[in-house]
């Protein structure tokens, strides 16, 4: 739908016309919808969409309109809005808005839910509990396949998918999963007993939102029990939270990466000063390290001296040896976050790289080589730059690769020991490389 004819619908009055036209979108369009409207005309279009789908939108929104919506909304419209939320999504609503919106919210929700939201909001931050819904399908051992049937169609509307049902004892524990398809195909008088799968994959309250998505990817899980510690069902983590989770530790590995400090607001959405913030640290720090390579360059000064030209390839091998390192911090860390990679492969890895190494400071040496010979025909500063190219690559790809996994060790995010960290390390340690050769072997 054309954000024109939106306009023009509006504009003559036509609600009943933009209400269908309305029906027949995604729920997942109408926030980009929305957008493109003065703030008048937002609340008005909302206001024109089902309940449902006005539930629907509204998970979809961005932070900042959740935000204008929620104060132009009368409490009764408020209430409506919520009672289509699933749980996990009212208490990530609650944790990104400001106090006086909370209480607004809070205000329209029941005590039921209220309690229900109490208790989520106690998971630690980043944990499974954090991210889990308490809105999923129970059954009992000892049901028939119909009486199954019926407690799905009780409670299943309400219920975040049906898809995956959890068989429960008395006490809660979870005794096994059954899936709905298992249901629907079964012989009429069938138990659920019979039905349900033992061998169940779950994971504990406190246990990381990076872990758990990776028993998404290892599984091929919809959906995944989440336990207490003695193995009582307290909620579920379907699909679309983990892939929330892994959007939300990719954008802050690249944060880290590019040396910033990890913000969970939009670009947009962030100011000026928190950008400048999360930035300028990291940046204070690496430019004072590279005050040690200034210091290094400085103490040879007699070398340039006496050779000038020294000077002209000292970009290029910094360039080179920061882009080497670069390449293998990211398979590392790569490696790391799928696990392929574990702390115990670190000689297993550094062994690899350092072959790999090898392999590329020969070819890059000899193609520089034959370069200097053709431009300068001088052949100490092709042997000087070839064997300090050499000594370079190794040493990049060796920090490259034993940073992430000292980080790892560390208890730290191997993202750190990304691009701008390991570039300025392996600044200093190839100029201080490069003119122990040049001194070395020219005699200077």
């Keep these: 739908m054309e954000i024109e004819e939106v306009k023009n619908l509006l504009e003559n009055k036509k609600f009943n016309i933009l209400k269908n036209e309305l029906k027949e979108m995604n729920s997942a369009d109408i926030p980009s919808l929305l957008e493109e409207l003065d703030k008048e005309s937002v609340v008005k279009v909302f206001r024109i969409l089902s309940k449902e789908q006005a539930g629907e939108a509204f998970s979809y929104m961005e932070p900042d309109m959740k935000e204008k919506l929620i104060h132009d909304l009368t409490d009764a419209e408020l209430r409506n809005v919520m009672d289509e939320l699933f749980m996990d999504d009212t208490v ?61 169609r009780t409670i299943g509307l309400d219920s975040e998918t049906i898809f995956t049902c959890y068989v429960l ?33 779950s994971v504990n309250t406190k246990e990381d939102q990076e872990e758990v998505t990776k028993v998404f990817d290892k599984y091929d899980f919809f959906a995944l029990p989440v336990v207490d510690n003695e193995n009582r069902l307290v909620g ?38 928190k950008h400048a913030k999360n930035r300028i640290v990291w940046l204070l720090i690496l430019m004072l390290s590279a005050a040690v390579t200034g210091a290094i360059i400085t103490r040879y000064e007699q070398a340039f001296a006496t050779v000038p030209l020294l000077v002209a390839f ?80 190794i040493l990049a790809k060796a920090l490259g690769c ?28 190839s100029i201080l490389v490069y003119f122990q050769i040049a001194t070395g072997i020219m005699g200077i």
């Design 236 to 273: 579920i983590i379907t699909v679309d939270d983990a892939i929330n989770v892994i959007q939300d530790e990719v954008a802050e590995d690249f944060e880290k990466m590019a040396a910033m400090s990890p913000t969970e607001d939009g670009y947009f959405e962030t100011s000026v000063f």
């Design 314 to 393: 000292i970009p290029m091998i910094m360039g080179t040896g920061g882009n080497c390192g670069s390449q293998s911090s990211t398979l590392i860390i790569r490696g790391l976050a799928t696990d392929e990679i574990e702390l115990k492969d670190v000689f297993k890895a550094l062994w690899k790289e350092l072959r790999v190494s090898l392999m590329v400071g020969v070819v890059l040496a000899f193609v520089n080589g034959i370069r200097i010979m053709l431009q300068y025909q001088d052949l100490q500063l092709a042997i000087v730059i070839g064997l300090t190219l050499i000594a370079t690559v």
């Design 169 to 201: 004892n008395k006490n809660r524990i979870l005794l096994g999963i059954v899936s709905i398809k298992d249901i629907l195909i079964a012989k009429p008088g069938s138990i659920i007993k019979d039905l349900m799968v033992t061998n169940i994959i």
């Design 92 to 152: 990530d609503l609650i944790e990104e808005m400001p106090s006086n919106v909370v209480k607004k919210i809070l205000k329209v929700v029941n005590k039921d839910d209220r309690k229900t939201i109490n208790e989520l909001l106690q998971y630690p931050e980043d944990s499974a509990g954090s991210i889990m819904t308490t809105e999923f399908v129970d059954l009992k051992e000892n049901m028939t396949v119909e009486e199954a049937l019926e407690r799905i």
């Design 402 to 429: 034993l940073l992430p996994l000292l980080a790892k060790k560390l208890k730290l995010d191997p993202a750190i020991m990304a691009s701008p960290l390991i570039t300025t390390l392996v600044d200093i340690f």
